[in-house]
């Protein structure tokens, strides 16, 4: 079965995992199985995307039942019909993650571990940041990496400044073996990412914490 186990987080929320290497052939007959509509995809015409996609339909309908359907808010965040929960959905080479919150916004991203993220960590780092983060440290500048990622889609305000508006700290590891770090948006705003490894990918979850308490009891 390609749905893996979840990633259960301290402030509540699921990751649900799907590690996706089935054929388009083999994705359509599950959609069918489960009365699925893809009709609508029959124009999409890369085939990772499409699969993709149907990946996204099968998992929710999973977590939320036959009824759910995806949609989006003029802004792009997702949210499905059925159901009030926030939701953050990502994709990489052979992982499609949701993430699921009752309670509060949240964002997720995965990336597979590799060292390209090196050549490009001046573009999504600031001069602050750079200092901070070990240039050669693949796992803490993907953390860096995935965590603005997932923080963009937390915060989702137009024209935001992917590299200097989103201040990090150093990643750390903390009692739940996650490497965690402390984000700011402007003066008021405080956000914590955390990221798991498994299976030579990373996943990130971000979310925004109130206040000092909330940040020492992550």
Known sequence: MPYIND???????????WSSYESLADLH??????????????????TRRKAELMVERI???IIFGQEAELR??????????TSDAYISITHTVGMVCIAVNEHHRVGVDVENL????LNVRTKFLSEREQRLIDPENVQYNLVAWTAKEA?????????????????????NYTEDRMLTLTAHYGSDRTFISKSAFFHGMIV??????DNEEDQNAI
């Open 151 to 171: 923080l963009y889609k937390v915060i989702d305000k137009p024209g935001m400044n992917f590299r200097d508006d989103l201040q990090i700290s150093n990643p």
């Open 72 to 81: 989006h808010l003029p802004s792009g965040q997702p949210y499905v019909t």
């Open 7 to 17: 990633l259960i987080f301290n402030d509540g929320t699921v990751i649900h995992r």
């Open 114 to 117: 590799n060292n390209r993220v």
């Open 204 to 209: 990130t979850l971000a979310y925004e914490v």
């Open 29 to 46: 007959q599950m959609c069918n199985l489960r009365g699925i509509s893809v009709r609508d995809l029959v124009n999409v015409r890369s």
């Open 59 to 61: 998992m929710l309908n």
